[in-house]
Structure formats: structure tokens, C-alpha cells
């Protein structure tokens, strides 16, 4: 019932910055938090960061703090990840991540209800 698509991956040097997009359709956008997760090769999917439904408050993990910023335009059906001063270690497929309702931490996998394909960032040294 819910479709989210990112896009915005892509090939990028060290120190150099994308921009993450994740449309979504076909739910209630604005009621919802969503996320950002990334997974590199033979690695758990880890969180990135997460956003509330208005967009007051937002969550980072430890290591993008700094250098990532989320943001969402309701008006849009859109969320963003804007990745600035890549490193290596940031290479992963990227996932957009929807929650309808609030169960359990905003960090964890099992919170969220609906997932993107994903799209490849990698950062070259």
C-alpha cells in the first residue's frame, strides 16, 4: 500500500557531498517518522538517521553527526539525506525507511513498517 523510492546514489570522491531523495505514495505521508538505513557487503543494516512526522525533531547516529543532515518536505511526499564530507567507510546501499506508528526506538529495524529498494552510494579514497 505504501511505495517508497530513493534515488540520488551514485559515485562520489572523498570529501565530496550527495543529496539522498525518498518519494513516497499510495499512504499518509505526513503522519508518518521515517528513516534512513545503510548496509555495506557482508554488514547488518545499520541506522542513519530518523526524522518525526512535522520534522521537529531528528536522530543521528554517532558517526554521520555533523556531516548528515535529514530533512522532509510533507508538501512534497518527500524525505532527504544530505551527505556531505563522504569518507570511505560511508560506501553502503541506502534505505528509506517509513514508520506508521511508533512501537519501539526510532534506531531500530522493526520500528519501521514499509521499505525503499534502496540506492548505492559509494565513496572513492
Known amino acids: 500500500q505504501v511505495q517508497l523510492v530513493e534515488s540520488g546514489g551514485g559515485l562520489v570522491q572523498a570529501g565530496g557531498s550527495l543529496r539522498l531523495s525518498c518519494a513516497a505514495s499510495?499512504?499518509?505521508?505526513?503522519?508518518?517518522?521515517m528513516g534512513w538505513f545503510r548496509q555495506a557487503p557482508e554488514k547488518e543494516r545499520e541506522f542513519v538517521a530518523a526524522?518525526?512526522?512535522?520534522?521537529?525533531?531528528?536522530y543521528y547516529v554517532d558517526s554521520v553527526k555533523g556531516r548528515y543532515t535529514i530533512s522532509r518536505d510533507n508538501a512534497k511526499n518527500t524525505v532527504y539525506l544530505q551527505m556531505n564530507s563522504l569518507k570511505p567507510e560511508d560506501t553502503a546501499v541506502y534505505y528509506c525507511?517509513?514508520?506508521?506508528?511508533?512501537?519501539?526506538?526510532?534506531?531500530?529495524?522493526?520500528?519501521?513498517?514499509?521499505w525503499g529498494q534502496g540506492t548505492q552510494v559509494t565513496v572513492s579514497s
Open positions: 499510495g499512504g499518509a505521508f505526513t503522519s508518518y517518522s
Open positions: 526524522i518525526s512526522w512535522s520534522g521537529s525533531s531528528v
Open positions: 525507511a517509513a514508520m506508521v506508528k511508533r512501537l519501539y526506538s526510532y534506531s531500530q529495524r522493526r520500528s519501521y513498517d514499509y
